[in-house]
């Protein structure tokens, strides 16, 4: 069992950066991948950002260049720099540990969320 605690989340003007981190509670959390999800109000959950446990990063298209995700394996977290936010990054973060096949397979282990809000 592995539990998730994320913070970092707040209010930033647009053009400002935020930076999440999700804690994991177990020290197997080397062995999984991590991701970032986030939802918005109305929409889906979609996933943002992922890393695997050597390190190999991906990104959703609306976000390469602006955001950089990391992974601290002797401090059993995963973060989320998040640069040039825009409003419509606006969303509930959740953080994620799971698997890579090819693509990031979600597993059962997710945080709490935290709400970032982007003002225009």
């Known amino acids: 069992q592995v539990q998730l605690v994320e913070s970092g989340g707040g209010l930033v003007q647009a053009g400002g950066s935020l930076r999440l981190s999700c804690k994991a509670s177990?020290?197997?959390?080397?062995?999984?991948?991590m991701a970032w999800y986030r939802q918005a109000p109305g929409k889906q959950r979609e996933l943002v950002a992922s890393?695997?446990?050597?390190?190999?990063?991906n990104y959703a298209d609306s976000v390469k260049g602006r955001f950089t995700i990391s992974r601290d394996n002797a401090e059993n977290t995963v973060s989320l720099q998040m640069n040039s936010l825009k409003p419509e990054d606006a969303a509930v973060y959740y953080c994620?540990?799971?698997?890579?096949?090819?693509?990031?397979?979600?597993?059962?282990?997710w945080g709490q969320g935290t709400p970032v809000t982007v003002s225009s």
């Open positions: 994620n540990a799971g698997t890579y096949s090819g693509t990031y397979n979600p597993g059962n282990f």
């Open positions: 177990s020290a197997i959390f080397r062995i999984f991948a």
């Open positions: 890393i695997g446990s050597s390190g190999t990063s």
